[in-house]
């Protein structure tokens, strides 16, 4: 098995322009709002770069879309992203 070095990776990463999509199932969407928030509030996460911050909050809106979707108020969904 051949490494990736973290160059290699930011590299080839940085570098695509292509988009992805993913479809995400109610259950699955909980589990990765739950993910998001854990690594939010991880200690070794909050010196990440900005960028990294950004796509967090990115995601986190995204299953705050999902959940208003599904019928969820907004106290609700508060309460699910509360730390």
């Known amino acids: 098995m051949q490494e990736v070095t ?3 990776y ?3 990463v ?3 322009i292509k988009s992805f999509k993913v479809e995400f199932n109610a259950l699955e969407i909980g589990l990765l709002q739950g ?3 854990l690594l939010k509030m991880h200690p070794e996460v ?3 770069s900005p960028d990294f911050h950004v796509m ?3 995601m986190l809106d995204f299953t705050r879309d999902c ?3 599904m019928g969820f108020t907004e ?3 508060e309460y699910l992203n509360s730390e």
């Open 10 to 12: 930011s590299e080839l």
């Open 14 to 16: 940085t570098g695509c």
């Open 6 to 8: 973290a160059e290699r």
């Open 67 to 69: 959940f208003r979707e």
């Open 56 to 58: 967090v909050e990115k």
């Open 35 to 37: 993910a998001m928030r």
């Open 46 to 48: 909050k010196n990440f």
């Open 75 to 77: 106290e609700e969904i």
